[in-house]
C-alpha cells in the first residue's frame, strides 16, 4: 500500500496562490460594501433641495460635512491599494512555472501520441546515441527516456502508466500545503506558536467579548436597555405626566451620561456656562434632590433641551452638546411612547395596574415635534416657518384675517395673504410660500369592519375589530391650488336652475304610469295572472339571494385583501426615506414620520397602540386593530393621526363603534 506524504511549500510558489484568494476573498467584498456612494448624486439632491431647505440647520451641516469630509477619499485609496496587490499577486501566480505535471512518455520522447512501436525504437536509438553517459550525454535525461521507452514498449510498465500515471506502478500520495516551509521549521516554533497563541487566545476573544458586552446593553432600537428601565419606572410611578416632568425623564436617559456612553462630555467649562444658562432660562427646579434628575449630566441635558426649545443661543462647546443631546432625543421619545404602550397592555391583561394616562403618550409625541421643530409647547405653529418672529404674530391674529395655525394661512386669499405678510417683502414672501407649499396634507379615510367573521359589521363579544385607515399625503400646494379652483356655495345654484328643476318636477308629477297590455289576460284569464305573480315572486326570492351573495362576496374580498396586505408586509422591505422634514434647528435630515392610533378620548386610555407610520410616501393602508367592548352600547372614539415632526398638523377623525348583544339574524 503506498504511504502518505506531506510537503510543505519550498519554493514559494504554491503560497502565492492561497495569498492571492485570501486577498481576493477581502478585496471583492470590501469594494462592493465601502466603495464610496457617487457624491454627485447626494450634491444633485441637496441642490434640488437647496430652495426650501436652504435655511435649515441640517442642510447646512450636511453641506459643510460633505466639503470637509476625508473618509471617502481613504476609503478609496485604501481600496485601490487593495486592488492592486491582488492584481500584482495574480500576475505573478500566472507566471511561476508549473511544478506538478502529468507524466507523458510520448513527450519525453518527442513523439507524438499514438506512434508506432517502430517509431518508438528508432527514436530511443536516436536519443539513446545522443543522451547516452558513456557518449558524454547527461545522465539524468537518459535514464527518462529509457523510462519512457520501457513504459510504451514493456506491457506491465505501460499497464502502470496508464493505471496510476506512473509506470513504476502506485507511489507515495503527494499532499502539497500552501503554506511556506518555515512556518514548521523548529527554529521557529516558539515565534508561530507566540502569534497564534495572540490571535486566537488573546485578540479573538477581546473582540467577541467587547461586541457582546455592548450589544447586550442596547435594545433592537439601539437604545440602552437601563434608559428603558428607567422610562418604564417613571412612566409607572407617573401615569400621567406633564410636559416638564417628561423633559426631566427624557433628559435623564444614561445616552447622556458618559459612564454609559462615550459619545457624551462633560467639559470643564460646564460649571461655568451651564448654570449662567439656568439663570436665562429661569424655569429649572435645581433644588430637586431625586435621583436621577440631580445627576450633573441629566441637568445639563435638560438645559440644553430648554434652550433648544426657547431658541436661545449657546456658547461653540455647548452648541456641540445640544446637537447631541437634540439628535438623540427623537428615538428616547419614541422608547418612551413604546414603554407607554407596553404599560398599558399590561394594565389591560392585569388588574390593579396602573396605565400610563393617554395625555402621558401623547404629550411624548408633542414632545418630539417640539424638539424638531426647536419651539416651546405655548408657541404659535407659524413660527416653523422661515422669516416669521414673535412681533409678526400680531399682523397674523388680527380680527381682519384671524390667522392662527398653517391651515388656516393656506386657505386664506392670495390678496389678503399678500397684503398680511407684507412686511416680508417679494423675495421671502415667495420663500416662505415655498416652504409652506412643502408642507404635508393628508386626507384620511377609515373604515370598520370586523374581519374574519360571517357579518363584517356586527360587533358582538370576543370579536377582533379591525379598523382600516387609508392615508393619503400630498403637499399644502397641492391644497392651496385646490381652494383657488373651488367654487362658492352660493355660486352652484341660480334662479334659472331653480325655476328648471320645478318644471320637471311638475311635468315629472303629471306624467302616468303606463297600462300593461291585456291581450295575455284576455286569452288565458286567471292563469296568465298566476304565472306573473309566480315569476315576480321568484324575481324578487332571486334579488334576495343575490343581494345576500353579493354581500358575502364582498366580505370575502375584504378579507382576502386584508390577508393579501398582511403578506405583502411580511415580504417587502419599504423604504423608511418619505420626505424631508423642515425644520430650521434640528441638527440631522429627518424624515416624516407619523403615529396613528385609536383612543377614547373621555376615559383617557388606548384603544388601539400607536402605529409608527414610517413609509408614508403618497398612500399607505394601515391596520389598526382592538378588541370589541365588553360592555353592549354605542362608544365615542377617535382616530388620531399625529406627526412626529410637525406643530399644528395632527388630525382627530371620530369613530362611532356600536357593540351588540347577539349576532344579527338575516
Known amino acids: 500500500m503506498a504511504g502518505q506524504q506531506f510537503q510543505y511549500d519550498d519554493s514559494g510558489n504554491t503560497f502565492f496562490y492561497f495569498l492571492t484568494s485570501f486577498v481576493g476573498l477581502i478585496v471583492i467584498p470590501a469594494t462592493y460594501y465601502l466603495w464610496p456612494r457617487d457624491q454627485n448624486a447626494e450634491q444633485l439632491r441637496l441642490k434640488s433641495l437647496r430652495r426650501v431647505h436652504g435655511r435649515c440647520l441640517w442642510y447646512r451641516l450636511r453641506l459643510m460635512k460633505s466639503q470637509q469630509s476625508i473618509v471617502p477619499t481613504l476609503k478609496k485609496a485604501a481600496l485601490l491599494f487593495g486592488w492592486a496587490v491582488f492584481l500584482l499577486l495574480a500576475y505573478k501566480v500566472s507566471k511561476l512555472d508549473r511544478e506538478y505535471q502529468e507524466y507523458n512518455p510520448y513527450e519525453v520522447l518527442n513523439l507524438d501520441p499514438g506512434a508506432s512501436l517502430s517509431e518508438i525504437k528508432k527514436q530511443y536509438r536516436v536519443l539513446s546515441l545522443k543522451f547516452h553517459p558513456d557518449k558524454g550525454g547527461d545522465e539524468a535525461t537518459f535514464m527518462r527516456i529509457a523510462k519512457a521507452y520501457a513504459a510504451l514498449t514493456n506491457e506491465q510498465s505501460r499497464q502502470n502508466w496508464e493505471m496510476y500515471g506512473n509506470p513504476d506502478g502506485p507511489g507515495a500520495t503527494s499532499f502539497g500545503i500552501a503554506l511556506p516551509a518555515w512556518i514548521v521549521d523548529q527554529k521557529n516554533s516558539m515565534l508561530v506558536l507566540l502569534v497564534y497563541g495572540l490571535a486566537f487566545m488573546v485578540i479573538l476573544p477581546v473582540v467577541v467579548g467587547t461586541w457582546w458586552y455592548r450589544s447586550i446593553r442596547y435594545s433592537g432600537d439601539q437604545i440602552l436597555i437601563n434608559t428603558t428601565q428607567l422610562f418604564m419606572h417613571f412612566m409607572y410611578k407617573t401615569p400621567n405626566m406633564n410636559m416638564k416632568r417628561l423633559a426631566m425623564v427624557l433628559t435623564a436617559a444614561f445616552e447622556f451620561d458618559p459612564r454609559s456612553n462615550k459619545e457624551a462630555t462633560i467639559r470643564p467649562t460646564d460649571n461655568i456656562e451651564v448654570p449662567q444658562l439656568i439663570r436665562e432660562l429661569g424655569n429649572i427646579n435645581v433644588k430637586k434632590k431625586e435621583p436621577p434628575f440631580c ?77 424638531v421643530q426647536g419651539l416651546q409647547e405655548s408657541k404659535s405653529p407659524l413660527l416653523q416657518l422661515p422669516h416669521f418672529e414673535e412681533e409678526h404674530l400680531r399682523y397674523c391674529i388680527s380680527k381682519k384675517y384671524k390667522v392662527r395655525s398653517l391651515q388656516d394661512l393656506v386657505s386664506l386669499k392670495d390678496s389678503d395673504r399678500r397684503s398680511m405678510l407684507r412686511f416680508l417683502g417679494e423675495e421671502k414672501y415667495d420663500e416662505v410660500m415655498a416652504v409652506l407649499g412643502s408642507f404635508p396634507h393628508i386626507t384620511m379615510e377609515t373604515k370598520l369592519q370586523v374581519l374574519d367573521d360571517e357579518d363584517s359589521n ?7 375589530v379591525t379598523v382600516t385607515v387609508t392615508l393619503t399625503r400630498k403637499r399644502m400646494a397641492v391644497r392651496r391650488d385646490l381652494n383657488k379652483t373651488k367654487t362658492k356655495v352660493w355660486q352652484n345654484k341660480s334662479k334659472g336652475a331653480k325655476k328648471t328643476a320645478k318644471s320637471k318636477k311638475k ?120 378588541p370589541a367592548p365588553s360592555k353592549t352600547g354605542n362608544y365615542q372614539y377617535s382616530v388620531i393621526l399625529r406627526s412626529d415632526s410637525y406643530l399644528g398638523l395632527d388630525q382627530i377623525k371620530p369613530l362611532k363603534v356600536t357593540r351588540n348583544l347577539c349576532p344579527i339574524s338575516e
Not at 428615538?331 to 392585569?350: F, I, P, Y
Not at 356586527?458 to 377582533?464: E, V
Not at 292563469?527 to 315572486?537: D, E, H, I, K
Not at 417587502?572 to 416624516?592: A, R
Request: charged share 25%; glycine share 4%.
Open 295 to 371: 445627576y450633573p449630566y441629566s441637568l445639563k441635558a435638560r438645559v440644553l433641551v430648554l434652550a433648544h426649545l426657547a431658541r436661545m443661543e449657546v456658547s461653540e462647546d455647548l452648541e456641540e452638546d445640544q446637537r447631541f443631546v437634540v439628535r438623540k432625543s427623537p428615538a428616547l421619545l419614541q422608547e418612551m411612547v413604546n414603554v407607554g404602550c407596553q404599560l398599558t397592555m399590561m394594565a389591560n391583561s392585569r388588574g390593579g395596574f396602573h396605565a400610563p394616562r393617554l395625555v402621558s403618550i401623547e404629550n411624548c409625541m408633542k414632545l418630539t415635534q417640539m424638539i
Open 458 to 464: 356586527n360587533i358582538t363579544a370576543g370579536s377582533i
Open 507 to 626: 311635468k315629472l308629477t303629471k306624467k302616468k304610469a303606463t297600462p300593461a297590455p291585456a291581450k295575455a289576460k284576455q286569452a288565458n284569464g286567471n292563469v296568465a295572472g298566476n304565472v306573473s305573480t309566480q315569476s315576480q315572486l321568484s324575481i324578487n326570492l332571486n334579488c334576495m339571494k343575490g343581494h345576500k351573495s353579493s354581500k358575502h362576496w364582498a366580505e370575502w374580498e375584504a378579507l382576502q385583501q386584508s390577508i393579501q396586505r398582511r403578506e405583502r408586509a411580511l415580504l417587502e422591505t419599504k423604504s423608511k426615506v418619505t420626505h424631508p422634514v423642515y425644520s430650521l434647528y434640528f441638527p440631522e435630515e429627518k424624515q416624516e414620520w407619523w403615529w396613528l392610533y385609536i383612543a377614547d378620548r373621555r376615559e383617557q386610555t388606548l384603544v388601539s397602540m400607536p402605529y409608527h407610520v414610517c413609509t408614508l410616501k403618497d398612500t399607505e393602508e394601515v391596520e389598526l386593530k382592538f
